[in-house]
């Protein structure tokens, strides 16, 4: 098949003229020689143009003008029909001494500010009137969002006008990233506000909406607005192990590939220093030399994306289990033995046929 795809990167930002150099190693995977382009996701650098000659591998040198410092996305495109897998084509600059930083709108005294001492590798702000959204994640707030909030993944905590009585509260779709691990008909029923909110209900009551999902759209891609009918201060929820959990699945989706993982600074410069300048080349999980249980995702955009081959399962899927119980029974001497005696039963009724 063709394709085109990133396997290796070296990066450098120069402070001064705040200009970033790129070196990436191209595999071509078509049988012609290809003209591709580099862009900066969310970024108006211009689009760099570069040639990989058949076969293999060609490290190309960028330049680009001023960028802000990483995390960065660089992505690659190539003409049509000559890279048909996406999954190998972005590669996050990142830098673990940057923290993502997320702004939070309540009372001093709010549960919500508990991330702070639990959460250190997110900076948490409070808010304060104006701020530029520049250089922050998300924003979090316990009431109404300010309207310098909205081009921000946001979470909403407000009260609606309706109640909830124990029962009342409808099958929800779990699937959905913040409502991981929760149970909703667990929580005391006093905190729950549910109103009309805006968005796409994900969990809903006889008189109302509890949690809805609004998408707007970004400049590059869709931000989420989560708008929630709960008092995070409620005095029934504390000790409940229900809100740590849905706070934190809130903050990872709001933060997505910003959200900090120890194993997560793909593409970064240290890299080579981590694997001793033998960086891996292919796409996945890799044990870092030296550390017995760390482990880093190499060429992914995601951690989510990390397994972008199949691999084989320890035990088999309902599909595969299918298969071979076909292959045995078509491959089974049963089915000679009982096609056989078939065929003597119907020369048996033949006779019988012309006897009477």
């Not at 939070?104 to 709010?110: K, L, M, N, R």
């Not at 029923?189 to 999902?213: A, H, M």
């Not at 981590?274 to 044990?287: D, I, R, V």
């Not at 397994?307 to 001497?333: A, D, M, V, W, Y």
Request: proline letters at 11%; glycine letters at 6%; aromatic letters at 10%.
């Amino acid at each position: 098949s063709s394709n085109l795809a990133i396997v290796d990167a070296e990066t450098n930002f120069d402070p001064a003229s705040k200009s970033t150099s790129v070196r990436l190693c191209i595999a071509n995977e078509t049988s012609n020689s290809v003209t591709g382009s580099l862009l900066v996701e969310g970024e108006n650098a211009p689009t760099q143009p570069f040639i990989v000659n058949v076969p293999g591998f060609k490290k190309v040198n960028f330049s680009f003008p001023p960028l802000p410092p990483p995390p960065l996305t660089f992505v690659l495109s190539g003409p049509p029909g000559t890279n048909l897998s996406p999954a190998d084509d972005k590669w996050y600059i990142s830098d673990p001494k940057l923290k993502p930083c997320v702004i939070i709108d309540a009372p001093c005294d709010s549960v919500l500010f508990h991330f702070k001492s639990v959460l250190p590798l997110v900076e948490f702000l409070t808010y304060s009137e104006p701020f530029k959204s520049s250089g922050v994640c998300g924003f979090i707030a316990k009431g109404a969002l300010p309207a310098e909030a909205r081009n921000l993944p946001t979470c909403s905590f407000l009260e609606g006008d309706g109640t909830v009585a124990p029962g009342e509260i409808m099958p929800w779709n779990g699937e959905h990233p913040i409502l991981r691990f929760t149970d909703w008909d667990s929580i005391p029923t006093d905190c729950l506000k549910p109103g009309l909110f805006l968005g796409f209900p994900l969990v809903e009551s006889v008189r109302g909406i509890i949690v809805s999902e609004e998408l707007t759209s970004g400049k590059y891609k869709e931000i989420p607005h989560i708008w929630v009918g709960l008092d995070p201060d409620h005095p029934s929820l504390k000790g409940n192990i229900f809100l740590p959990v849905f706070l934190y699945n809130i903050l990872e989706y709001l933060l997505r590939d910003d959200f900090p993982r120890l194993w997560y600074p793909v593409g970064h410069p240290s890299l080579s220093r981590l694997f001793k300048n033998q960086t891996p080349s292919l796409a996945g999980f890799h044990k870092i030399p030296g550390r017995v249980s760390s482990q880093i995702a190499i060429n992914l955009q995601a951690p989510t994306e990390a397994n972008i081959s199949p691999g084989i399962p320890r035990t088999p899927t309902t599909t595969q289990s299918s298969l071979s119980n076909t292959r045995k029974q078509s491959s089974s001497f049963w089915k000679t033995i009982l096609g056989t005696g078939l065929i003597f039963i119907l020369f048996e009724w033949y006779l019988y046929i012309r006897r009477n």
